[in-house]
């Protein structure tokens, strides 16, 4: 229940730091440090999903395989829409920054509850995932998401 928790209450802290950098653009400026802080969250987010919780729950149940590869995609999706953000910072060029954030929110919408509602109530029966201190985990600093791993590597 612990990092089932943890990570519903993430979803809901992403999502509102997203909204208060859409905030910010109306009003004609742009949160770089709170994107920042966004990024590293979700992508620490990811890492997590991907690394830890997904291969321990991928067990044979094929509903459950095709989900998990469902939400890789979605994973990837968002990189893509992070990356395009972090161009514009380096340009200071915010064309389609407010777009691209639109767009992380609604993945988010039904990424989290798909996550929420038929991942992360498996957690509990996997006492090593269940366990697992989050907090404390360092994301790689060369860390790409799987769906987009073997295209950054090719290149």
């Known amino acids: 229940m612990k990092?089932?928790?943890?990570?519903?209450?993430?979803?809901h802290a992403v999502n509102r730091k997203i909204q208060e950098v859409l905030d910010f653009i109306e009003n004609g400026y742009m949160d770089t440090?709170?994107?920042s802080d966004i990024e590293s969250g979700l992508k620490k987010h990811i890492f997590f999903e991907e690394t830890?919780?997904?291969?321990?729950?991928?067990?044979g149940d094929l509903r459950t395989h095709q989900l998990?590869?469902?939400?890789k995609m979605?994973?990837?999706?968002?990189?893509?829409?992070?990356?395009?953000?972090n161009k514009e910072i380096e340009e200071e060029k915010f064309i389609k920054t407010e777009k691209s954030l639109s767009e992380m929110l609604?993945?988010?919408?039904?990424?989290?509850?798909?996550?929420?509602r038929n991942i992360y109530n498996k957690i509990e029966e996997n006492s090593k995932v269940d366990t697992f201190n989050i907090e404390n985990m360092q994301l790689p600093s060369d860390f790409?998401?799987?769906?987009?791993?073997?295209?950054?590597?090719?290149?």
């Not at 998990?68 to 939400?71: A, D, F, K, T, Y």
């Not at 979605?74 to 953000?85: C, G, N, S, T, V």
């Not at 790409?144 to 290149?155: H, S």
């Open 106 to 116: 609604l993945i988010l919408k039904t990424h989290n509850e798909n996550e929420e």
């Open 68 to 71: 998990m590869e469902g939400l």
């Open 74 to 85: 979605e994973h990837a999706a968002l990189w893509k829409l992070m990356e395009i953000i």
């Open 52 to 59: 830890v919780l997904f291969p321990s729950l991928d067990k």
């Open 33 to 35: 440090d709170k994107f």
């Open 144 to 155: 790409i998401c799987e769906k987009l791993r073997n295209r950054y590597i090719k290149k």
């Open 3 to 11: 990092n089932e928790q943890w990570l519903t209450d993430d979803h």
